[in-house]
């Protein structure tokens, strides 16, 4: 997987874009690893994470509008005979709330993809191959995207 070290985006449309080129990474990358793939966004409230994920969204070739779920903390989508998870830890208090949804099970298989926002919320129990990429807020249009160096 790939994504430039950093990248400042200048409207949604360009964010959507960046997570439509990371979707399509991960499904031509064979599914050779034994877990889950997992992804991690952390960063500003309007950093653009949700944004982010509508792209990735399409990229996965899935025809749903990706929303900010208000109670839903956790939602699959089948796509191409794998699970697209987008979780978003923003409500949770405690990372049990994440484990009590079968999480450790979910990122066990090869067939899961799993992007979670907040993901600096449940930092202990994600996994060691976790794939990290932080939003900040620069300016109204402004986005700053990196892979950070420690989360
Ligand atoms: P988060 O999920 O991180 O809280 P959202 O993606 O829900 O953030 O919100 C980002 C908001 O900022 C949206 O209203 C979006 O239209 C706006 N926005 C403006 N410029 C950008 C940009 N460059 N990238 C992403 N979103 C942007
Ligand atoms: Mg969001």
Known sequence: MELKKKTITNSPSETKKLGKILA?????????????????????LGGGKTTFLQGFAKGLGLKENIVSPTFIILKRFPVKKRNFYHIDCYRIEKQKEILDLGFRKIIQSNK???????????????????????????SKNKREIRRPSKV
């Open 24 to 44: 399509k990474k991960i499904l031509q990358k064979s599914q050779k690893t034994k877990n889950a793939t997992v992804i991690g966004l952390k960063g500003d």
């Open 112 to 138: 899961n993809i799993i992007v979670i926002e907040w993901a600096d919320r449940i930092k202990n129990i994600m996994p060691k191959g976790a794939f990290w990429i932080s939003f900040d807020f620069l």
